[in-house]
């Protein structure tokens, strides 16, 4: 440390010998709580760029030669993002991914317990509906579709109405409610634009017509 380096600092302690401790309730306090905020963003955001690390690491485990990712690397990071990063965004958008790669290893219990965990408290809105919607693919494939349901009660946000009204469509025709499997069908396509509700969701509705008929 230089000379002048050592005389701010006495300099320093000086003043607040003689004025620190008015100063806590006062101005100082302020100084505290500006400093303490952009510390505490400076924190976010290295932790921010930890959990994107990871989930990148997570996402490149589908690049090996047969496309599927390695099982055992997969846990490992998403592990990781939740014991360090537990419940942000990342963590749980980990926690799909860890979701899916348990459904196509015909783990569907796995996969509900990851998904139940985000749905239970969600990072975000939007997090929590997709979770919600995947669970409740993952209840009907278990035959669990009366439960998968209920998970759809209640209001859903604009978009992602029209694929939560088409997931209930379906989970409906399993149990042969016809009817209100229309009905939802129908709210789906009116949620959707005129093309993007052209396909999969119309050939639905007209496979019920033709049942009817």
Not at 74 to 86: I, R, T
Not at 180 to 186: E, G, I, L, R, T
Not at 194 to 208: F, M, P, R, S, T
Request: no cysteine.
């Amino acid at each position: 440390m230089s000379s002048t380096e050592d005389e701010q600092l006495a300099d320093l302690k000086d003043w607040w010998t003689r004025n620190g401790k008015p100063l806590v309730t006062g101005g100082l306090l302020a100084l505290v709580i500006v400093f303490g905020w952009q510390a505490y963003h400076k924190y976010q955001s290295n932790q921010s760029q930890g959990a994107s690390v990871l989930y990148q690491q997570l996402l490149e485990t589908t690049l090996t030669p047969d496309g599927k990712p390695d099982a055992a690397r997969v846990a490992d990071l998403a592990g990781k993002l939740n014991s360090e990063f537990g419940g942000s965004a990342y963590a749980q958008y980990g926690s799909l991914f860890v979701a899916k790669v348990a459904v196509d290893s015909g783990k569907l219990d796995d996969a509900a317990t990851e998904l139940k965990a985000i749905v239970d408290k969600p990072a975000n809105p939007a997090l929590g509906e997709i979770a919600r919607q995947r669970l409740a693919q993952v209840l009907g494939a278990q035959d669990k579709t009366e439960d998968a349901l209920k998970l759809l009660d209640g209001d859903a946000d604009k978009a992602f109405l029209a694929t939560r009204e088409e997931l209930k469509g379906d989970l409906l025709v399993k149990l042969g409610r016809t009817d209100d499997a229309n009905k939802a069908y129908q709210k789906a396509k009116a949620a959707l634009s005129d093309e993007a509700a052209v396909g999969g969701l119309q050939i639905k509705l007209d496979d019920l017509a033709k049942g009817d008929a």
